[in-house]
């Protein structure tokens, strides 16, 4: 179980945002998500200006579609107005989000958010100790693999050729960095 093992590399409590990277990257993204390593790059520099994780689509050009900027502390991404200096003081001035960017994700340990690039929450998922909660319905789902991957769907390498931003961008409802 992937969320399991997740959930053990992360819970020591002792955990860097840059050390967060990898379990992030490997378990959630690669292995729920099913992102392979060469579409999901990880900036272990600590760089600014470089999200800390940039997933690309499936499409032949191999597109950035989704940022990730992580957080160690899950509040920094639930408390309204943390999660807003976030987007503003590293996705807006950081200039995180480019020409192919079509989703940013901000996550903690145990808080996923997928935003559209207004800062709109699109899907959001809270882990608990035996659950899964969407905060911005109060639902429960199960503490399991299939669970997550059914919420977050919408940010899967799968997801990635439903070919959404293309016909947002037809369509003009498409911002872009």
């Known amino acids: 179980m992937s969320l ?8 020591s409590g002792t955990l860097s945002e840059i050390g967060f990277y990898t379990p992030l990257a ?12 060469a579409a999901r790059i990880i900036n272990k520099s600590g760089k600014h200006g470089i999200p ?5 689509s499936q499409e032949q050009d191999g597109s950035e579609w989704a940022v990730v900027e992580a957080k160690i502390d899950d ?5 309204n107005a943390k999660r807003a200096s976030v987007w503003h003081d ?5 200039g995180y989000i480019g020409p192919e960017t079509f989703y940013v994700v901000l996550c903690a340990p145990r808080t996923f958010y997928v935003c559209d690039l207004d800062s709109n929450i699109l899907e959001a998922l809270h882990i608990e100790s035996d659950h899964l909660t969407d905060p911005t319905t ?9 669970s997550f991957r059914e919420r977050m769907h919408i940010i ?8 959404r931003q293309f016909e947002a961008f037809r369509e003009g409802k498409l911002k872009s960095g």
């Open 52 to 56: 800390d994780i940039r997933l690309k």
């Open 26 to 37: 490997t378990q959630v993204f690669g292995a729920l998500l099913g992102y392979p390593p």
């Open 156 to 163: 899967s390498y799968a997801a990635s050729l439903e070919r």
């Open 75 to 79: 509040q920094e991404i639930r408390d």
């Open 90 to 94: 590293q996705i807006l001035e950081h």
């Open 138 to 146: 109060g639902d429960q789902f199960p503490l399991t693999d299939k």
């Open 4 to 11: 399991r093992k997740f959930l053990a590399e992360t819970g």
